[in-house]
């Protein structure tokens, strides 16, 4: 697998570059991004023979299925990081809440959330190339909550790197700020900095595109790297859980070989979504995939109307922060993938001139033959909490988003999938709220839940609260640069 670039090249990069090439420098011309030159197909034999597969042997199968530069071993071994899954043998369970819906929940990793899917295997190959080329990276994170956690576990005590995160004071919830606050490894730094995350995010933003910076990291002898989904090396481990749950789905007898089925993905930088998108084009039997959103629903005007308008639109916070985004950085591969280099250029460049585009009737329906979208209010969310654990199942406010889209789109013959991309404990003062319980703090509501719904907390995040806290420095966001130099 080599890759090229969503805006065309610029004749100074090379026209094509290698996996590892791709993952470790992932910015690609004129501000563009990589994508595979072509993708292979899964075909009937694959989806057979990989039926009863664990986890782990599906994933690898796929990985040398996509020819990428890295040995046999490293793989191996990325892989092998879905052993600290809560069930080494079932890192995903499928669990089916309607006669013709399933859940496939992807957050029983390390820091409870779907990112570990994903950062977990490709937090090791990068840390692994780095070594192997002797050269030192920096990963810089802004997180709104997810992320942050999720790429600092995945990089503790790896050689070769160093990650910087930096979160919104005051604007994750406890448990959250408690797993980036307490990791405890020499490569790991974390900073609160004042204000919003879209104040951090833009921060950041300018810093990596500041090159008075990287002159004076490449001074250190350090290059930056990216750990969001921008990075193909998340991408690529997204394709595998979707072809894992439609298998499940033919072990289960929910399904037979070849029929179709709905994916329904809360979606925000849209890789999730993404990596649905390509096993669909390798041959996974999808009729459709259905993004969901919050009030922050420019997907839902993208999908359904072709506009993608950020000039009427201030991002809003909601009770599924992680979704709290506009501008949707995975957007970009869809829009290549559909209409090709020059006219993805042309659009993004619309975009960051004029703050808007508008795709034309014929590429909106182009765009609907794979997705379509809906959004649910913060009110519409908590009462599907309620709902569904009065049946008996806990789901967080972001997968609580698909049920709606799940009764409105799928045509009932169709089994669906639901991508559940939380543990309800990440979010625990919300769920208590919707179930009619307001707590002060994430341990009253942890607590309450556990004792009211008998629902089991676990260790990782029980203990959270008693660890002691190694980072407690809050910035500002001009001075996180010099932060940043004076530590790596
Ligand atoms: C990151 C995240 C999402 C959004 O996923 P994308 O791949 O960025 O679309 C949704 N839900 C939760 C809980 C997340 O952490």
Known sequence: MRFIETRGNDGIRSTSVTFSEAILSPSASFGGLYIPSELPKLGEDFLHSHINSSYKDLAFDFLKLCDIDIDDTILKEALNRYDAFDDALNPIPLVSIEENCSVSELYHGPTRAFKDMALQPFGYILSSLANKRDEQYLIMAATSGDTGPATLETFKNQSNVQVVCLYPDGGTSDVQRLQMVTEDASNLHVFGVEGNFDDTQNALKDLLASSDFIAKLNSKNIKLSAANSVNFGRIIFQIIYHIHSYLTLI????????????????????????????AKKMGLPIEKILITSNQNNILTDWICNGEYNLNNRELVQTISPAMDILKSSNVER?????????????????????????????????????????????????????????????????????????????????????????????FSPTVASALGKECKDDKEALSWIKESMSQSVPNVVDTLFEKSIKHNKIIQKDTIGENILTLV
């Open 251 to 278: 072990r289960n007898s929910k399904i037979t070989m070849n029929d179709k089925i709905y994916l329904v993905v809360p979606s925000g930088n849209f890789g999730n979504a993404l990596g649905g998108y390509y």
């Open 334 to 426: 869809i829009l290549f993938d559909m209409f090709g280099n020059t006219r993805t250029k042309e659009l993004m460049d619309g975009l960051s001139t004029n703050g808007t585009y508008q795709l034309t009737k014929n590429e909106i329906q182009r765009v609907r033959e794979d997705f379509d979208a809906s959004y649910s209010t913060d009110d519409e969310c908590k009462e599907t909490i309620a709902l569904y654990a009065k049946k008996g199942y806990l789901m967080d406010p972001h997968t609580a988003t698909c049920i709606k889209a799940y009764e409105q789109f799928s045509d009932k013959k169709l089994h669906t999938v639901i991508y559940s991309t939380a543990e309800w404990t990440k």
